[in-house]
């Protein structure tokens, strides 16, 4: 009997951490709306992102596995300009995917003419994912933007004040308005392990780079591991 009970016990501690993990990335998107992003960029931005998530193969990489991912997306400009746009959403069929992609793409513009502080866009999503789903495997932010931080903490101070041990954060830089935003992105944005920045030349190129990004960010982590 005892070890008929041992055996139980056991089998329900390696079973319960399992079972109970059911999302594997809790994934933010954080979009640029300051003032260097004119209204046709800004449409370019939104309506990139609706193509990106309809994308067969990013649902692909969304679906792959029985664990899901939830998605969030806000905006960001000047210091205290962040706006949620999408909270927290988990997607694990085709048509959570489809409300999702409506919602988006009837978006608004939340704020122009403001400066760029993307220091305060971190802080805001380090807050955002303390809000994430609990069973959320690993944690991305993924910020998109045309400039450098000229408002506010940068990074730097952001990253030495704030917990950033969970969240990966990825860039995709949008060139065409500032020389050297890919450097920027790569040099002062980009953190944690395997993080990494998608270069878009102009806003003309932002769909299909998000998509590219999306592919990449979904394929890392695939039933709580790290695939090769």
Same mark, same amino acid.
């Given at each position: 009997?005892?070890?008929?009970?041992?055996?139980?016990?056991?089998?329900?501690?390696?079973?319960?951490?399992? $079972?109970? &993990?059911?999302?594997?990335?809790?994934?933010?998107?954080?979009?640029?709306?300051?003032?260097?992003?004119?209204?046709?960029?800004?449409?370019? &931005?939104?309506?990139?992102?609706?193509?990106?998530?309809?994308?067969? &193969?990013? &649902?692909?990489?969304? #679906?792959?596995?029985? /664990?899901?991912?939830?998605?969030?997306?806000? @905006?960001?400009?000047?210091?205290?300009?962040?706006?949620?746009?999408?909270?927290?959403?988990?997607?694990?069929?085709?048509?959570?995917?489809?409300?999702?992609?409506?919602?988006? $793409?009837?978006?608004?513009?939340?704020?122009? /003419?403001?400066?760029?502080?993307?220091? /305060?866009?971190?802080?805001?999503?380090?807050?955002? #994912?303390?809000?994430?789903?609990?069973?959320?495997? #690993?944690?991305?932010?993924? +910020?998109? $933007?045309?400039?450098?931080?000229?408002? $506010?903490?940068?990074?730097?101070?952001?990253?030495?004040?704030?917990?950033?041990?969970?969240?990966? +954060?990825?860039?995709?830089?949008?060139?065409?308005?500032?020389?050297?935003?890919?450097?920027?992105?790569?040099? /002062?944005?980009?953190?944690?392990?395997?993080? #990494?920045?998608?270069?878009?030349?102009?806003?003309?190129?932002?769909?299909?780079?998000?998509?590219?990004?999306?592919?990449? @960010?979904?394929?890392?982590?695939?039933?709580?591991?790290?695939?090769?």
């Amino acid at each position: 009997m005892k070890a008929a009970a041992l055996a139980l016990a056991l089998g329900g501690l390696l079973a319960g951490p399992a $079972g109970a &993990q059911t999302c594997r990335l809790a994934l933010a998107l954080a979009l640029d709306v300051s003032s260097s992003v004119d209204a046709r960029e800004y449409a370019l &931005q939104r309506d990139g992102i609706v193509y990106a998530l309809g994308d067969p &193969q990013v &649902q692909d990489a969304l #679906f792959a596995g029985p /664990e899901h991912v939830a998605l969030a997306v806000f @905006e960001w400009s000047g210091a205290a300009e962040q706006v949620l746009v999408l909270d927290w959403t988990r997607l694990r069929t085709p048509a959570d995917l489809d409300r999702v992609r409506a919602r988006l $793409g009837g978006v608004a513009r939340t704020h122009s /003419e403001l400066p760029t502080a993307l220091g /305060e866009a971190l802080v805001y999503a380090a807050f955002l #994912f303390r809000s994430a789903p609990k069973d959320c495997l #690993f944690h991305t932010l993924d +910020v998109s $933007g045309d400039g450098r931080s000229n408002e $506010g903490a940068d990074p730097g101070r952001v990253y030495a004040l704030l917990g950033w041990d969970r969240i990966t +954060v990825n860039g995709l830089a949008v060139g065409g308005e500032l020389e050297g935003v890919d450097a920027y992105y790569r040099d /002062e944005l980009i953190r944690g392990p395997g993080a #990494f920045i998608e270069i878009a030349d102009n806003y003309d190129d932002f769909a299909e780079t998000m998509r590219r990004k999306l592919i990449r @960010e979904l394929g890392v982590q695939v039933l709580g591991r790290l695939d090769p």
